[in-house]
């Protein structure tokens, strides 16, 4: 029997592990909703098993997507963990290779070099000792690099990095310490016994007169286990749980068992243990701009996880999507937060809408809702019905006189089942209508018409339908040389993933200059719904830089497709035409009659007092 | 016939020193834009829920600030969360958060 | 008094610079006036009757036209493209290229009316029936007839007071002090004008703080029976027939209030100008939170700025009665003549 007492810690520490991840994923398993459930089974048999696998190796293991963000934090990640599990890999084939069974204790592979002190003069050995040896280097690379970057982040592309917790701290303190001290050990052992190659057997000539001896031998390799199995005690409580975690959300999405359900579940659980408070995404936070720094996502899941949810760490966030679109785990983090936020105790009392009358008495192709921050900005639901008419549509316009929420706010304020009497009562008045399409003008009210609604009548966004007028030649347009630039709202973009609509319509009409910050990348205004604690001067600030960071120098108007969008910049009071693309449409059906109002601002001259 | 009119009229004095201010203090502390808020009523002008509700959150915040809390669960409860308030708002009062913050408030109650 | 003759520049021909010119002339120094518009007085030469007793905005205007003479030189249409300054003298450029030197520049521009198109949710420049206190002034003027787009006669015309003014939604905090009592003038001349229409104000507070101005309030509703609602309106939509819907909450009565409106009329508030903005950012004269002149105090020296030799007058240290803008006039007209003095002095003693 291949045994030593040293073995035991690192063995204690991996069934602790063990026996802590089966008892959390079985319960994370068992509260998944019968849908995501049946998706696991009705899945697991298929292709999507294997794809899953793939980007396991891909993204677990290589670590690609953070590649993308960086190279060297890319390779960093890579060297740790694809070297790690080479390390394991390559160390059972080489066991293998010497005792000719695949069902030694866990330990062998690892202490190889322990129990397999002796050179065998087998050049396969040789080989062995060879690779084992530069993958340790590899590995050494990324600790190195680990601890590097602490002290100096900016080389990794990063501006801000996460405090980390006590548990965390000292997991990462033990982590340093695995591979030098598998180092020593297997130097040591080199420099007793012979054996080992460029790596461990050069260190162990060093070693050989001064350190090498029985007791730094034993006494080296029992270090090595104990940090192995410190690691292993202090994972499950630390952020390295996203190592095995984020294995199991990887296959659960491939499965398509992640759909969110609208509160705390399984898969909330999974999403938020495989955050690694990389802290990634926290130079796309904007909050950041204001001092806001303990909201962001990953402080977040690590509060949840530790149950010290605050109100403000919960509250204080735009759920504008930026750190969704930037994560490198592909956390649904706006999903999370949103079940984080639910909150079924809030008393909520619409019985008030019972009064509101939901009869139609005309029978209308398409319904237009113009939404409670459009009536706000009646020069977007001007220019609507002005667009509906040149195109000869049988509309109604839905909300003209009273207006129901959409409902959105509340869902996104964690009052999801409070806001039912609502979408329900704007349900009925839909399907009263007999209409077969649904537009709206605001992305909120798009989006969750769209996504949470389950309405048998298709939704548009008003781009989107623009869009389709222009395709189908009914709306005769000319284009201007007006020089615009397009800002992508957060829920129609992001959220809602409509990125093409908008600019067809915009480049059909002017010069549409793209910022650099567009598309998923695209800036929040600040108006942004979700967030109830940023003062009003706080969203004026976030608004004036975004302002000047979207709008080029040469370009004096701005076109959106958000009334919240159009409103908080036109708050800022900076000198820049802000215009809503139904805006830009009607003015050039109007063949400019209404220019003056939406280009208020000519270019500033330059130089005059 | 031996009750007099003012038994079954009510009186709608506020008694502002017999009133309990601790609710208002409490959102106040949490919510200090509400402060500046000059019962202008373009919050409760525009609000959805007020066009066809008794709510409004002027008056409901004003009471509240009197120490007259009957009906502020009740009242506050109407509210959808629209945002409308805030875009209007000429004092920057964070008018949501008041909400909010009266709801933790009766909450805590 | 004529040995001490000196240049002065004075930018903005309306009231405050007329008046400065003729005190600066009376006390013996030449002055340039340089217009930016066609010819002189501001916007004083749109208006119709002024508050509170009702005078010709003309009339006051001709007699202070009628003093532009002798020392007083006026250049119109002219648009200033830098100041500079070499020892006592300022050079201002204009028009491309031209130049005049002075000892002394006073900055009269006055101010602009806030553009009501940056307040959406009433609907100027989207519902055809929402129009300006100024463009009213020009219905009154003749130059337009009182009437809605349709040439319909108004039967209910709606006042909205503040706007562009006390919101900081459109980022003027500031009262603008003069639109209430300017509204309510114009309450009492469409009353006039149009006995049968009903007029409604809808404002936050009424600010008639001047001389007489609350006399005007009571016979707006004493003679004119001129409804005051008091809440600021929140929103307005279009009917189908042209009209206004106005909403807000009429926060005396406690409930929402909905309102038709053939013609409403916004009365819009005093902001600085785009002069002002480059003043401060180009030749560091401070400005203050609202944007207007900060002069160096605002008891003692209301016309001085930390510049040496350039002056304030007028609405451009924010809004003014005519009354106080030509008393301010007069006062940078002394401030100045004692500078003068003083530069004088110490050119002889050097
Ligand atoms: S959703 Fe936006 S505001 Fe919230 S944490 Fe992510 S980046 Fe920051
Ligand atoms: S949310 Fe994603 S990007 Fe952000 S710290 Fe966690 S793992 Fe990294
Ligand atoms: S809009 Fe603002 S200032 Fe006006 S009543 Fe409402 S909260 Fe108060
Ligand atoms: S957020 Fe509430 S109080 Fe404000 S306008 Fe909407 S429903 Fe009314
Ligand atoms: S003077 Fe009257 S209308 Fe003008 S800003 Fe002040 S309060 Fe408003």
Redesign the pocket.
């Known amino acids: 029997m291949k045994f030593n007492l040293f073995v035991l810690p690192f063995t204690i520490g991996l069934l602790v592990l063990f026996s802590i991840l089966t008892a959390k994923y079985i319960r994370w398993f068992l509260s998944l909703s019968t849908d995501q459930r049946d998706a696991v089974i009705k899945n697991f048999f298929t292709l999507k098993t294997l794809s899953g696998l793939r980007e396991i190796f891909l993204e677990s293991l290589l670590h690609r997507n953070i590649s993308r963000k960086n190279r060297l934090l890319g390779y960093m990640h890579m060297s740790l963990a694809f070297g790690w599990f080479l390390l394991i890999i390559v160390g059972h084939f080489e066991s293998y290779s010497y005792f000719k069974t695949a069902l030694e204790p866990p330990y062998i592979p690892i202490f190889l070099r322990y129990f397999q002190q002796d050179s065998l003069a087998d050049p396969l050995q040789v080989i062995y000792w060879f690779v084992m040896d530069l993958i340790l280097l590899f590995v050494l690379s990324g600790v190195a690099l680990a601890w590097y970057k602490r002290h100096n982040r900016k080389h990794f592309g990063m501006k801000k990095t996460?405090r980390h917790l006590p548990a965390d701290r000292i997991a990462l303190s033990v982590l340093w310490f695995i591979f030098p001290l598998r180092l020593l050990a297997e130097s040591i052992t080199s420099a007793i016994y012979g054996g080992g190659s460029f790596l461990t057997s050069g260190l162990g000539s060093l070693l050989e007169n001064n350190i090498a001896s029985d007791l730094s031998f034993i006494a080296s390799w029992w270090a090595y286990s104990i940090s192995l199995g410190l690691f292993f005690v202090f994972l499950p409580f630390s952020r390295y749980m996203?190592i095995p975690t984020e294995l199991v959300l990887i296959m659960l999405r491939n499965w398509g068992a992640t759909k969110y359900t609208g509160k705390i579940d399984g898969i909330t659980q999974f999403e938020v243990h495989?955050?690694?408070?990389?802290?990634?995404?926290?130079d796309s936070c904007q909050l950041l701009e204001l001092g806001h720094a303990n909201i962001q996502?990953?402080y977040l899941?690590r509060n949840f996880r530790g149950n010290k949810l605050s109100d403000t760490v919960v509250q204080n966030c735009l759920m504008c999507g930026r750190?969704e679109t930037?994560?490198?785990?592909g956390?649904k983090?706006n999903s999370v937060r949103r079940a984080i936020r639910q909150n079924s105790d809030v008393e909520v009392n619409h019985d008030y809408l019972r009064h509101v009358d939901t009869s139609f008495n005309s029978s209308p192709d398409v319904l237009y809702f113009a939404g409670c921050m459009t009536h706000l900005t009646p020069g977007i639901k001007k220019s609507m019905q002005a667009i509906f008419k040149a195109a000869k549509i049988n509309y109604a316009l839905v909300d003209e006189d009273q207006n129901i929420c959409c409902g959105r706010p509340m869902m996104l304020s964690g009052l999801a089942e409070q806001s039912l009497a609502m979408v329900n009562k704007n349900k009925e008045l839909f399907e009263n209508s007999g209409a077969q399409t649904l537009v709206t003008s605001c992305p909120i009210c798009y989006k969750v018409f769209r996504d949470e609604y389950n309405l048998n009548i298709e939704v548009l966004h008003h781009t989107q339908y623009i869009d389709r007028l222009m395709k189908e030649g009914k709306l005769a347009l000319a284009k201007s040389e007006e020089q615009v630039v397009y800002h992508d709202p957060c829920e129609l973009g992001r959220n809602s993933g409509v990125y093409d609509e908008p600019r067809r319509v915009i480049a059909a009409l002017a010069n549409l200059s793209e910022s650099p910050a567009n598309r998923e990348k695209a800036w929040c205004c600040g108006g942004s719904i979700a967030n109830a604690m940023l003062t009003s001067l706080e969203k004026k600030e976030l608004a004036i830089s975004a302002l000047g960071k979207i709008v080029p120098k040469n370009t004096m108007t701005l076109v959106t497709a958000c009334p919240l969008c159009k409103k908080t910049f036109a708050s800022t009071g900076k000198h820049i035409n802000i215009v809503d693309i139904a805006e830009l449409v009607a003015v050039n059906l109007s063949a400019g009659k209404d220019k003056r109002r939406i280009w208020m601002f000519e270019k500033i001259e330059s130089a005059s007092i | 016939m031996n009750s007099f009119g003012f038994e079954i009229q009510k009186d709608n004095t506020i008694e502002y020193d017999k009133n309990d201010l601790s609710l208002a203090a409490f959102v106040l502390r949490h919510e200090p834009s509400l402060y500046n808020c000059i019962q202008c009523g373009s919050c409760s002008g525009t609000c959805p829920a007020s066009a066809i509700s008794s709510y409004q959150f002027r008056k409901m915040q004003l009471l509240m600030r009197r120490g007259e809390t009957k009906h502020l669960r009740e009242d506050v409860a109407h509210c959808m969360l629209c945002g409308k308030c805030i875009l209007v708002c000429p004092r920057g009062v964070n008018t949501r958060n008041v909400i909010r913050q009266i709801r933790i408030a009766l909450n805590m109650n | 008094m004529r040995a001490l003759k000196k240049e002065v520049v004075i930018i903005g021909g309306g009231p405050a610079g007329l008046e400065a010119a003729d005190s600066l002339n009376k006390l013996g120094h030449a002055v340039t006036i340089l217009e930016k518009e066609g010819k002189p007085g501001g916007k004083l030469s749109n208006w119709h009757k002024l508050f509170p007793d009702n005078v010709s905005a003309d009339g006051i205007l001709k007699q202070m036209v009628h003093k532009i003479s002798g020392d007083i030189q006026l250049i119109t249409n002219v648009k200033i493209t830098k100041i500079s300054r070499e020892g006592t003298k300022h050079s201002v450029w204009f028009n491309e290229g031209k130049c005049i030197q002075a000892e002394a520049v006073l900055v009269a521009v006055g101010f602009d009316l806030f553009n009501a198109s940056l307040k959406e949710e009433y609907g100027y420049g989207i519902y055809d029936n929402v129009i300006t206190s100024a463009e009213l002034e020009s219905m009154f003027t003749g130059q337009k007839s009182l009437a809605t787009v349709t040439g319909k006669t108004p039967e209910r015309i709606a006042f909205i007071h503040c706007v562009g003014s006390r919101d900081e939604k459109v980022g003027f905090r500031h009262c603008s002090s003069m639109c209430c009592v300017t509204g309510v003038k114009q309450a009492i001349e469409i009353k006039k004008r149009l006995p049968a229409a009903e007029v409604m104000m809808f404002y936050m507070d009424l600010r008639m703080h001047g001389r007489f101005y609350e006399d005007l309030y009571l016979e707006a509703q004493e003679k004119h029976h001129i409804q005051f609602i008091r809440g600021r309106l929140s929103e307005s939509s279009e009917n189908p027939d042209g009209s206004l819907l106005l909403k807000a909450d009429d926060t005396l009565a406690g409930s929402p209030i909905k309102v038709k409106a053939d013609l409403m009329v916004l009365l819009l508030g005093f902001v600085p100008t785009d002069f002002h903005r480059k003043m401060g950012e180009e030749f560091g004269v401070e400005i203050g939170s609202d944007g207007f002149f900060s002069p160096c105090d605002a008891h003692l020296d209301t016309n001085s700025v930390k510049t040496n030799g350039i002056f304030v007058a007028g609405a451009c240290t924010g809004a003014k009665s005519l009354e106080y803008t030509l008393a301010d006039a007069r006062s940078a007209s002394l401030k100045i003549h004692e500078f003068l003095l003083q530069t004088t002095s110490a050119n002889i003693l050097n």
């Open positions: 996460t996203h495989s955050c690694s408070s990389c802290g990634i995404c926290l996502s990953p899941f750190c930037t994560c490198v785990v956390i983090t």
